[in-house]
């Protein structure tokens, strides 16, 4: 797809549209290449929302001291997992980058340096779920690194920061899980769907409610959320993208949850579309 068949398709973008914001749940690097309700549900959501001029992902799995941005031509794709089958180490998503992109993106943050990174690429939090959104590799696609030396209100304020970028046909998208504890995982109800531990349960209903209420304040300061919630997020990685995308949620935006799930007794696949 050529420059101007891009701007053809993002057309609807002008007169002051913005572009949603996502948080993905991105659960097991299969959903890569398995054709299932969650990889199913991010392939027509592709075709719901304006094809953007370029994707920015926040994964749980670029953890830095420091906040860097992707800025490479062509970003290689980084398999980041071991004990998987062959199929899936050879999956190569060759989405360009945007090095102009880039540093629109390090200019639209004022609180914090933003370092130019050429040699990430492209992590399975990113290109597990982008691959089956864009399949023909035709959309520049970027991360954005997550500073794990910083607290919470850090992450969800640095996300209010990269606003002008939806106006400008960028795709933001969070990509971790709400509930993540993989010491817990019920191996024996793998392929149970839907089968979640009590607390886990108990946790998609929280974070689901205080979602649909706009409680921010408590979804940054989860810890105060009790022991339901330090056994759902025993480390942040994967729950920090989701705070990126509640700070990018405007006055009159509706939070809409889809993939609200659990998988294998201590992980959730709820997705939020913010628009």
């Known amino acids: 797809m050529n420059l101007n068949e891009l701007n053809a398709k993002t057309s609807s973008l002008k007169n002051g549209n913005k572009m949603p914001v996502l948080f993905i749940g991105h659960g097991s690097p299969m959903n890569g290449i398995e054709d299932n309700a969650f990889s199913e549900s991010w392939v027509a959501l592709a075709k719901e929302i304006p ?14 001291q420091g906040t860097a941005v992707t800025a490479m031509e062509k970003p290689e794709t980084i398999h980041d997992f071991g004990g998987f089958p062959k199929e899936l180490f050879d999956v190569r998503y060759p989405a360009p980058g945007s090095p102009a992109m880039a540093e629109e993106t390090r200019r639209a943050v004022k609180s914090a340096p933003v370092a130019l990174d050429h040699e990430w690429g492209l992590d399975h939090g990113a290109w597990t779920v982008i691959r089956r959104m864009y399949p023909d590799a035709d959309v520049p696609v970027l991360q954005l690194s997550i500073d794990y030396h910083k607290p919470p209100q850090y992450h969800y304020n640095l996300g209010k920061e990269l606003a002008s970028l939806r106006e400008k046909g960028v795709l933001i998208l969070g990509s971790g899980n709400m509930v993540h ?95």
């Open 51 to 64: 094809l953007p001029k370029a994707v920015l992902c926040v994964s749980a799995h670029w953890l830095t």
């Open 181 to 275: 504890n993989l010491r817990m995982i019920a191996f024996d109800r793998i392929n149970d769907p839907e089968f979640g531990f009590d607390w886990a349960l108990e946790m998609k209903a929280v974070f689901a409610k205080l979602i649909h209420e706009r409680n921010h304040k408590a979804l940054i300061d989860y810890p105060g959320l009790g022991a339901a919630a330090k056994l759902a997020i025993p480390t942040p990685d994967h729950y920090y993208p989701l705070l990126y995308a509640l700070g990018l949620q405007e006055k009159g935006e509706t939070a809409t949850l889809f993939n609200d799930k659990a998988v294998a007794g201590s992980l959730t696949m709820t997705s939020v579309k913010i628009a």
